[in-house]
């Protein structure tokens, strides 16, 4: 089947509707069979229709496939003539996909959208005597579905590829057909282990961009565990205040606990006093770096002895106090020597 454009096939940029077109008047094309027993017989030719043109003789297929499966074949000649053609009635050399029979879609759109972008034209360039090898391949085309577009799986639409490789000058051909024609010999090749099957893939997905996201949301939740010492997620959930202090709260523990006494002499009173720092402290702000300060006045606050009444010597009940005031005995206090009487 024939491609034709005013521009060479090309790989970057897929085949568009307005690509195809019928072969040039007088472009006289033929294909022929040669098997290994020296047999030759010729290509039927006919005509298919596109779904995209509503008139015209249609698009051109040669049949080079054989009902006889003990038949072996060994070359397909394909001729392009173009001696009753001028420079000027005709835009570009005619274009041939090779396609295996198997390969004929349903339906003529999904052959044009699917089958023919998956595949390389060759081009019959006139007074071209071409000679290649013929290498099998297949071809896994994802149908659009739910499941591709979440990343869960996908539908394929599977078919059969070839590819031409070792392109050689055909010397008998150059001197069989005149300058006005092209040829090319295809030739099955020898090594059959290079069966290349080419398979799309789809690379964004439904689960891959969650995964991006949840990936992003990893670096950002660390970078915010390391600065506050908490998890973002703990944040938003609410289940714990943040540390202003974060990691270098390990390092630097004592110096900041310093600095925010001499900084903030009476910010423990006013957590003690129930009013916003004492809010803050229990549910937006982890300061309890105050609470374990070792390095404060061992001595006892007023306020834990605020409800203690010293007794006065003499008072009823506490014969140890009367005793210690009323026996004469030497109390050493801090290198003094008192004496009590």
């Known amino acids: 089947m024939q491609y034709n454009a005013s521009s060479p096939p090309s790989s970057k940029r897929p085949f568009l509707l307005y690509d195809f077109h019928p072969p040039p008047p007088g472009a006289i094309i033929n294909a022929s069979v040669l098997n290994m027993d020296g047999s030759t017989f010729s290509c039927p030719i006919s005509m298919m229709s596109a779904y995209f043109q509503e008139s015209g003789p249609g698009l051109t297929v040669v049949n080079c496939s054989h009902t006889d499966d003990q038949m072996v074949a060994q070359h397909i000649r394909l001729i392009v003539d173009y001696s009753d053609l001028t420079q000027s009635n005709y835009s570009s050399d005619i ?135 908490i998890t973002l997620f703990s944040v938003i959930l609410g289940s714990k205040a943040i540390s202003p202090f974060g990691a270098l709260g390990l390092f630097m523990r004592q110096k900041l606990r310093r600095a925010i006494r001499d900084q903030y002499p009476a910010l423990r009173g006013q957590i003690q006093e129930g009013g916003m720092a004492t809010f803050l402290h229990d549910f937006a702000v982890d300061i309890d770096i105050l609470d374990d300060d070792p390095d404060r006045d061992p001595r006892p606050s007023s306020g834990q002895y605020a409800g203690v009444v010293p007794l006065s010597p003499g008072s009823p009940g506490s014969p140890e106090f009367k005793n210690l005031y009323d026996s004469q005995s030497i109390h050493r206090l801090d290198g003094a020597v008192l004496r009590s009487c």
């Open 95 to 229: 274009n041939f996909f090779t396609v295996q029979s198997s390969s004929f879609a349903d339906t003529a759109e999904m052959f044009f959208n699917t089958v023919i972008p998956s595949i390389s034209a060759f081009p019959m360039v006139k007074n071209a005597f071409i000679r290649a090898t013929t290498c099998f391949g297949g071809r896994r085309v994802i149908r659009q579905s739910w499941k591709d577009v979440l990343g869960v799986g996908a539908d394929y639409t599977e078919f059969s590829t070839y590819s031409h490789d070792n392109l050689i000058m055909d010397v008998p051909a150059m001197a069989t057909y005149p300058d006005t024609a092209s040829t090319l010999l295809l030739s099955p090749a020898v090594d059959f282990s290079n069966f290349e099957v080419q398979e799309d893939y789809r690379q964004h997905t439904t689960l891959a961009g969650l995964a991006t996201v949840g990936g992003f949301f990893t670096i950002v939740d660390g970078t915010f565990a390391i600065l506050f010492g």
